[in-house]
C-alpha cells in the first residue's frame, strides 16, 4: 500500500536529489560526482524496473495531493508512463557514462551535471505525471532545465540558439496552459484515464473543444518539433553532444510526442478525437513534417544538423502512429516512442565522437573514418540503417507495424508517405556511410586526440555501442514479452480502448 | 492570548526603534537580531492561533468607534503579519552583514527598519481608516528615509521624489477618509459596511473612494502613477530595496483591497473595476518592457516591480459583480501573487546586491562569467526569476492559475491574454538577465566572494517562493478565514 505510493516519488526523487547534490558538489570533485551520477542512475534504473513489472503484473502505484484549490498533483505509474520511463532511465545512464567522457577537462561540470539530472527529473515527472496540470508542471520544468546546457558553452552562437530555443519552448508553453486552464473550466479537472472523456460530448461543445485541441497541438507540438514549429530544434544543436542526444532522444522532442498521445489517447479518446475530424488534421500536419525534415536533411552538409532534420522527421512517425486509429498501427506509433530514441541516441554519440576525437563536424570531411574508428562507425552504421528500415533492426519493426496498420484501416497513403520516406532516408544516410567505408582520407583530420589503444575514450566509446545492440535486439525479440513492441501492444490493449 | 500577541506586534517593534536609536551600528545590530526572533515567534504564534480559532475582531483599551483603536485580525491579515516577519528577518539579517559599520549614517537604519516594521503590522492589523492612515504614513516616512539612507545625492533627489508622491497618496486618501467619516460619523471599517448594509446609502459616497483608492494607488505606483519607484527602488540598498518592493508597496494595496471588497460591490461599479483593471494591465506590459531595456540589474528588478504590481488591479475587476465562488477565487489567486511576489523580489533585490558587490559594477553586461564562478547567487536570482515568470511549480504560478480560472468563470476573457503576455514579457527580461551571466568572458575567477550568509538568505527567500507552489492549498486555507466576531 504505502510502496505503491511512494516508488513513483522515489523515482522521481533519485534524479532530483541527485541534481541538488551535484550543484552542491565543489568543481573539482569529479570522482565523486561521478559516482553519484551513476548510482543515481542505477537506482533509477531499478527503482523503474520493479514498477515496470508492478505494472506487467496490473499493480498501480499512485501518490496524489491537492496543490492549488480544485487542482490535484497526481504522479502515477500506468503502462504508457512506464513506456517513457523506462527510455528515459536507461538512456540517463548511458548518457551520463558519455558526458563524463565528454566533458572530461572542461569547466562548468558541477553546473553541467545539476541541470543535467534536473532535465532527467522532468522527464520522469512528464512520464509519471497523472493528470495535465501535472504534465504542465514538469513539461515547463524540462524547459528551465534544458536552457542551461544549450547554452553551455557560452558563446554567441549557443547564446543565440538558447535565445530562440527558449522563445519558442516558453510561447508553446503559454499556449498549452491557456488551453489547459480553459479545459479545466469547462469540465474541472481531468486525470489521464482510458478511452478519455469524451466519447458522447454536447454537441454545443465541439467548438471548443476542437478549439482547445488545435491549442494543444501548437504548445506540444513546439517540443515535438512539428511544422512549422521545428524552427529551435536544427539551432539547437550547439549544445554538446550528449545534450543532443538527450534531447533528440528522449526529454524534449518526446516529451512533447508524448504528450500529444496522452492528449488523444487519455483525454480526448481516440474514437472521439476521430469523430471530431481532429486526427484527420493532426495525421496531415504529422506527415508534412515527416516529408520535410527528410527533404531538408539531405542538404545539410553538418553532420549534427542533418541528424536534427531527421529528428523533426522522425518523431512525427510516433503522431502519425496515433492517427491510423487501429490496435497495430498505433502500436507502431508508440513503439516508435522507444525505437526513435535508442536509434538517434546511437547516432549522436557517434556523431559526438567523431567530432570530439577526430574534430570532425562536416560530413564532406568523414571520408575514411571507417578504418580509424571502426566501432563508432559500426554503431553509426547500425543507426542509420535502422531509420532506413532495414530489418530485423528496431526501425523496421516500427515501419512494418505502422504500414499494416495503415493498410488495415485503409489508409494507404500513409504507405506511400512511409515509402518515400525510407528513400529519403536512405539519401541521406547512404552517403554518409559510403564515406565512413569506401571513401578514402585524403586529408588529416582536423583535430585529432589519441586515447591509448583504443579509437576513442571507452567512455564515450560504450554507450553508442551498447544502443546499437540494444537497436539490435528491440528488434529481433519484438515478439517476447516486455520488448518494446509487446508493450506498445499491452498499453493498446489496456489503455486506448479500440 | 491573541490580543497579547497582536499588542507584542505592534509595541514591540516601537520599543525597538527607539531603543536602537540611542544605540551604534554594532550594538543596534544585535539587539536588533533578538528583536526580530521575538517578532518571528509571535508571529508564527499568532498565525497557528488564527489557524485553529479563526480570525477576530477587537476594540483596543474597550473604547467604541470612532475614538478607540480597532485591531482585527484574519486569515489574510495574519498571513501577511507572518510575510512580513519572514522577509523582514530575511532582510535585517542581510543588511546586519551588507551594510558597511564604518558609514555613520548607516546607524539609523535599525530605528528606520523598527518603524517600518512597527508600521507595516499596523497597517495588516488595523480595522478603522484613521488609524490605517497612521500607519499608512509611519511606513512612509520610515521608507523614505531608508531610500536617503544610499547617501549619494542621487538617493536623496529618489528620497524626495519618492516623499512627495507618498505625501499626495497620502493627502488624497486622508480627504477621502474624511468625507466618509462626514457621511457616517464612523472610522472603522465594519461600521461603515453595517452602515451601508443597512440600506439608507446615500449617492456621492463614490467620490470619497475614487479618491481614496486613487492616493493609494499612487502609493501601490499603478501605472501611470509609477515613476517614483524605478529611481527609489534602484537606488536604495539592497536590503531596503527588497523591503520596500516586497513590502511597502503592498501595504497601500491591502487597504485599497480591503476597502474594495468592503465598499466596492455598493460603492464602486464596473466601469470603474474595468478601468483599474487595464491600468493594471497597461503596468504589466509597459513595466515589464522597460524592464527589458534597463541597462543596471537593480533597474531591471525595480521596473519589475511595476510589472507585477499591475496583476494585483486585476483583483477589481474580477471580485466586482461577480459569484462568490470567483471573487474568493480571485482574492486567493491575488493574495498568493502578493506573497509570492514578495518572497521571489525580496530574494532577487538581495541575490541582485550580493552579484553587483561581486563583480563591482551595476551593469547587466557586467555579469559574463557569473555564472561560472558565482553560480550560488545567481541560482537565487533565477529561481526567484521563475516565480515572477510564473512558471510552475512556483507560487507564481499557482497565483496564475487561480486567476486564469477566476477569469474564464467571470467571462471576462480578457484578462487571459494579460496573464499570459505578462508571463512572456518577465521571460524575456529574466532571461536577459541568465543569457549575460552565461557568457564566457575570462577564464581566473576575478570576482569578489560574498560571504556565505549573504548568499544563503536570498535563497531561502527564494526556495519559499518556490515551495509556496507546491504547498499553496493550506496557506489559502488559512487566508480565507474571516472573522469568527468580536469582543473586548
Redesign the interface.
Known amino acids: 500500500m504505502t510502496l505503491s505510493v511512494l516508488m513513483p516519488v522515489f523515482a522521481l526523487m533519485t534524479s532530483l536529489l541527485a541534481s541538488v547534490v551535484l ?1 552542491a558538489l565543489p568543481e573539482k570533485g569529479h570522482r565523486l560526482r561521478t559516482i553519484i551520477n551513476l548510482a543515481a542512475a542505477i537506482l533509477k534504473i531499478a527503482l523503474v524496473g520493479v514498477m515496470i513489472w508492478g505494472v506487467a503484473q496490473g499493480r498501480e502505484y499512485e501518490a496524489a ?7 490535484e ?1 497526481v504522479l502515477r505509474a500506468d503502462a504508457l508512463s512506464m513506456l517513457f520511463a523506462g527510455l528515459s532511465a536507461l538512456l540517463w545512464l548511458l548518457t551520463t557514462i558519455y558526458a563524463v567522457g565528454y566533458l572530461e577537462d572542461s ?2 561540470r ?2 553541467f551535471f545539476g541541470f543535467f539530472s534536473l532535465c532527467v527529473a522532468s522527464t520522469m515527472g512528464i512520464a509519471l505525471a497523472g493528470n495535465l496540470f501535472t504534465f ?2 514538469f513539461y ?2 524540462l ?2 532545465s534544458t ?2 546546457l544549450v ?1 553551455h ?3 554567441t552562437k549557443a ?1 543565440r540558439a ?2 530562440n530555443y ?1 522563445i519558442y519552448t ?2 508553446g ?2 499556449v498549452l ?2 488551453a489547459i ?2 479545459l ?2 469547462l469540465v474541472g479537472d481531468l486525470r489521464f484515464q482510458e478511452g478519455g472523456y469524451f466519447s458522447d460530448i454536447d454537441p454545443s461543445m465541439q467548438g471548443p473543444l476542437t478549439i482547445i485541441f488545435v491549442l494543444m497541438i501548437v504548445g506540444l507540438g513546439v517540443k515535438a518539433a512539428l511544422v512549422p514549429f521545428h524552427g529551435w530544434l536544427p539551432q539547437a544543436m550547439v549544445a554538446p553532444a550528449p545534450v543532443s542526444a538527450l534531447l533528440h532522444a528522449v526529454a524534449v522532442v518526446k516529451a512533447g510526442a508524448f504528450g500529444i498521445i496522452r492528449v488523444v489517447f487519455e483525454i480526448y479518446g481516440l474514437e472521439a478525437a476521430k469523430d471530431m475530424g481532429l486526427l484527420a488534421g493532426l495525421s496531415v500536419v504529422a506527415a508534412f513534417t515527416i516529408i520535410y525534415g527528410s527533404t531538408r536533411a539531405l542538404y545539410q552538409v553538418d553532420l549534427k544538423r542533418r541528424l536534427a532534420f531527421s529528428t523533426v522527421s522522425q518523431v512525427s512517425y510516433i503522431v502519425l502512429g496515433l492517427c491510423l486509429f487501429g490496435p497495430v498501427g498505433v502500436a507502431g506509433g508508440l513503439v516508435h516512442l522507444v525505437h526513435q530514441g535508442i536509434m538517434k541516441i546511437t547516432l549522436f554519440f557517434c556523431a559526438g565522437n567523431y567530432a570530439e576525437t577526430l574534430g570532425v563536424h562536416r560530413i564532406d570531411e568523414l571520408d575514411g573514418a571507417g578504418k580509424r574508428m571502426p566501432g563508432t562507425s559500426v554503431a553509426f552504421t547500425l543507426g542509420a540503417f535502422g531509420m532506413i528500415g532495414a530489418p530485423p533492426l528496431a526501425g523496421f519493426i516500427t515501419k512494418w507495424t505502422m504500414g499494416s496498420g495503415a493498410l488495415a484501416v485503409g489508409m494507404d497513403w500513409v504507405v506511400a508517405v512511409l515509402v518515400i520516406s525510407s528513400l529519403l532516408n536512405a539519401a541521406y544516410f547512404l552517403p554518409i556511410l559510403h564515406r565512413l567505408w569506401f571513401a578514402e582520407q585524403c586529408e588529416p583530420w582536423p583535430h585529432e586526440r589519441r586515447w591509448g589503444r583504443l579509437e576513442t575514450s571507452a567512455w564515450l566509446l560504450w554507450p553508442p555501442l551498447i544502443t546499437a545492440a540494444l537497436m539490435l535486439v528491440a528488434g529481433l525479440i519484438a515478439n517476447l514479452p516486455f520488448s518494446p513492441l509487446s508493450w506498445a501492444e499491452l498499453i493498446v490493449a489496456r489503455e486506448v480502448a479500440l | 492570548m491573541t490580543l497579547w500577541l497582536m499588542a507584542g506586534l505592534l509595541f514591540t517593534p516601537l520599543a525597538w526603534a527607539v531603543l536602537t536609536l540611542l544605540l551604534d551600528f554594532s550594538k543596534g545590530r544585535v539587539v536588533t537580531w533578538l528583536g526580530i526572533l521575538v517578532q518571528v515567534l509571535v508571529s508564527l504564534g499568532l498565525w497557528a492561533a488564527v489557524a485553529s480559532d479563526g480570525g477576530f475582531l477587537y476594540l483596543l483599551g474597550g473604547w467604541q468607534a470612532p475614538l478607540g483603536i480597532e485591531l482585527r485580525v484574519d486569515g489574510l491579515a495574519v498571513t501577511f503579519v507572518l510575510l512580513t516577519a519572514l522577509v523582514a528577518a530575511a532582510c535585517g539579517w542581510h543588511a546586519s552583514i551588507y551594510l558597511d559599520p564604518g558609514k555613520p549614517w548607516h546607524r539609523y537604519f535599525w530605528p528606520l527598519f523598527w518603524f517600518l516594521w512597527a508600521g507595516l503590522n499596523a497597517v495588516w492589523l488595523g480595522g478603522d481608516l484613521f488609524n490605517l492612515y497612521v500607519g499608512l504614513e509611519l511606513i512612509s516616512l520610515a521608507a523614505v528615509g531608508l531610500v536617503a539612507l544610499g547617501g549619494q545625492a542621487d538617493a536623496l533627489r529618489a528620497a524626495i521624489r519618492y516623499l512627495m508622491a507618498a505625501l499626495l497618496g497620502s493627502l488624497a486618501y486622508l480627504l477621502g477618509v474624511a468625507l466618509i467619516y462626514g457621511q457616517f460619523g464612523t472610522l472603522s471599517l465594519a461600521g461603515v459596511t453595517e452602515l451601508i448594509n443597512s440600506g439608507d446609502v446615500q449617492s456621492g459616497l463614490t467620490f470619497p473612494l475614487i479618491l481614496m483608492l486613487l492616493g493609494l494607488a499612487l502609493k501601490t505606483a499603478l501605472f501611470p502613477m509609477h515613476g517614483w519607484l524605478p529611481p527609489a527602488h534602484g537606488i536604495a540598498k539592497s536590503p531596503v530595496s527588497a523591503l520596500l518592493s516586497a513590502l511597502v508597496v503592498k501595504a497601500s494595496f491591502y487597504i485599497a483591497a480591503r476597502l474594495w471588497l468592503d465598499l466596492g460591490g455598493d460603492l464602486g461599479g464596473y466601469a470603474l473595476a474595468q478601468l483599474i483593471g487595464v491600468l493594471g494591465s497597461l503596468a504589466v506590459i509597459w513595466g515589464s518592457w522597460l524592464a527589458f531595456r534597463q541597462a543596471k540589474l537593480k533597474q531591471v528588478v525595480a521596473y519589475s516591480s511595476v510589472a507585477q504590481i499591475g496583476y494585483l488591479f486585476l483583483l477589481f475587476p474580477l471580485t466586482w459583480g461577480v459569484t462568490d465562488a470567483i471573487s474568493q ?1 480571485a482574492q ?1 489567486g491575488i493574495t498568493l501573487q502578493v506573497v509570492s511576489h514578495a518572497l521571489a523580489k525580496a530574494a532577487m533585490f538581495l541575490a541582485a546586491g550580493n552579484l553587483i558587490m561581486s563583480v563591482g559594477s551595476n551593469r547587466v553586461d557586467a555579469l559574463a562569467g557569473v ?2 564562478f558565482l ?1 550560488f547567487s545567481l ?1 537565487s536570482f533565477g529561481l526567484a526569476g ?1 516565480s515572477l ?1 510564473g ?3 512556483t507560487g507564481g ?2 497565483a496564475k ?2 486567476l ?2 477566476a477569469s ?2 467571470s467571462g471576462q476573457w480578457w484578462w ?1 491574454g494579460v496573464l ?2 505578462g ?2 514579457l518577465s ?1 524575456a527580461y529574466v ?1 536577459r538577465v ?2 549575460a551571466s ?3 568572458a575570462t577564464d581566473t575567477d576575478q570576482f569578489y566572494h560574498p560571504s556565505r550568509s549573504l548568499e544563503v538568505i536570498p535563497m531561502i527567500l527564494a526556495l519559499m517562493s518556490l515551495g509556496l ?2 504547498v ?2 493550506p496557506v ?1 486555507s488559512v487566508m480565507s478565514l474571516p472573522f469568527e466576531g468580536a469582543s473586548q
Open positions: 550543484f495531493f491537492t496543490m492549488v484549490p480544485g487542482v498533483f569547466p562548468n558541477s553546473r504542465f508542471l515547463e520544468m524547459t528551465l536552457y542551461p547554452v558553452r557560452g558563446t547564446l538558447g535565445r527558449i516558453l510561447t508553453g503559454a496552459l491557456f486552464a480553459w479545466h473550466g | 477565487q486567493q555564472s561560472r553560480p541560482f521563475v515568470m512558471l510552475p511549480p504560478f499557482a492559475w487561480l486564469l480560472q474564464l468563470a487571459l499570459l503576455a508571463g512572456l521571460a532571461f541568465y543569457r552565461f557568457i564566457e507552489g507546491l499553496a492549498e489559502l
